[in-house]
């Protein structure tokens, strides 16, 4: 099976995220963002959409609702310039299910409907989504296509209570990192390549059989809320026997496609 990935990053982390995926069978086709490429006839066309629809997810209060009104033009150009850039625009929040829309909308008819093969845009966005009275940051958002997003995996699950306990006293994060010693993941960790790989597998599983989770704290396709879990889950290529099994339908079904 074909995991189409959409990439806003510079690609860097994919190499060993295709290598931990064909173990299961599971290739990885690279794109850029759809009908934005030096070579499409209306990337300028485009990428006002785009941008527009980008500028509108930004989330502005991370605890409330996202508002109806229209982005500022400023935000609208800056994201336009790093769409024609093939870059992942600024380090802001982004609201998950606007920026679906955002790139939804340029994707080509082949693609546009979801088919055999799983749609995945990897960006460097911050992502996060709006529950309860405020803003969750996640790693993955599932729609059509799914958004994976590294940082979400640095910044969305909590760290151990020791080291917001040392952030009250401290005052701020950076001297509360420097005397807690809880593992976590950081920038450019290691570790974020195969978390990559286990959240594709959880965009892999809601394109399947429509639950991307496994209720198993052992199993790659756990959803950690805490930075512990995540390390010994999605952070391993440790699978549950009940998604071991499915994986392997899963590479029987493909094969038995193939001419």
């Given at each position: 099976m074909d995991l189409i990935v959409l990439d806003e990053t510079d690609g860097s982390a994919l190499g060993e995220v295709e290598e931990d995926l064909s173990r299961y069978g599971i290739s990885v086709e690279r794109r850029g963002l759809p009908r934005v490429g030096p070579e499409d006839p209306d990337r300028e066309a485009w990428a006002d959409?785009?941008?527009?629809?980008?500028?509108?997810?930004?989330?502005?209060?991370?605890?409330?609702?996202?508002?109806?009104?229209?982005?500022?033009?400023?935000?609208?150009?800056?994201?336009?310039?790093?769409?024609?850039?093939?870059?992942?625009?600024?380090?802001?929040?982004?609201?998950?299910?606007?920026?679906?829309?955002?790139?939804?909308?340029?994707?080509?008819?082949?693609?546009?409907?979801?088919?055999?093969?799983?749609?995945?845009?990897?960006?460097?966005?911050?992502?996060?989504?709006?529950?309860?009275?405020?803003?969750?940051?996640r790693f993955l958002v599932n729609g059509h296509p799914c958004i994976v997003s590294p940082p979400g995996f640095v910044d969305g699950p909590a760290r151990d209570r020791s080291f917001y306990m040392a952030k009250q006293v401290l005052g701020s994060a950076h001297d509360a990192d420097q005397v807690s010693d809880d593992d976590h993941l950081r920038r450019n960790d290691d570790r974020l390549p195969t978390c990559v790989a286990s959240a594709f597998l959880q965009t892999l599983a809601y394109h399947d059989t429509g639950e991307p989770f496994c209720e198993d704290e052992g199993c790659r396709l756990f959803n950690p809320h805490w930075q512990e879990d995540l390390l010994s889950s999605m952070a391993t290529t440790d699978l549950c026997e009940e998604h071991g099994v499915w994986l392997a339908d899963v590479a029987d079904v493909d094969r038995a496609r193939q001419p």
């Open positions: 959409w785009i941008a527009w629809h980008t500028a509108f997810a930004r989330v502005r209060d991370v605890d409330a609702p996202p508002p109806e009104r229209e982005p500022p033009v400023a935000a609208v150009a800056t994201e336009r310039e790093a769409v024609l850039a093939g870059e992942s625009g600024p380090g802001l929040l982004y609201d998950g299910r606007r920026l679906l829309e955002a790139f939804h909308g340029p994707l080509p008819d082949e693609l546009a409907v979801p088919g055999e093969d799983p749609v995945v845009v990897l960006t460097d966005r911050l992502v996060g989504t709006h529950e309860g009275d405020r803003y969750h940051v």
